[in-house]
């Protein structure tokens, strides 16, 4: 689970990527991008009921050596993709101005957090 911290730099970096590069929003859009290996960083809520929707995503990560990280609320997810309903996973193809803030996400999680 990402700290307070982390979390806001992930929200930062998916409206910036969200405005000037790519994402995609929703577990099977994002499920997509992570097996042809286009997603850069994969972001998870962590309050999706049931598990199972997104139980997969670490697992298919892992396989793909994506990076990911969970968030702990849909809602704001929904919102820092830009839409007015909660969404379970997103995640970021092109950075476009984001990819400061990305690398910076990407060096904390592989610091540990």
Known sequence: MATKDLESKVFQALELARNTGKIKKGT???TKAIEKSQAKLVII?????PKEI???LPIICNEKKCPYVNVSSK?????AVGINVPTAAACI???GE???VLNEV????KSGG
């Open 28 to 30: 099977n859009e994002v």
């Open 45 to 49: 809520a962590e309050d999706v009921n």
């Open 54 to 56: 997104t139980m997969h």
């Open 75 to 79: 809602e704001e997810l929904g919102r």
């Open 93 to 95: 193809v092109e950075p």
């Open 98 to 100: 984001a990819r400061e």
């Open 106 to 109: 990407l060096q904390q999680l």
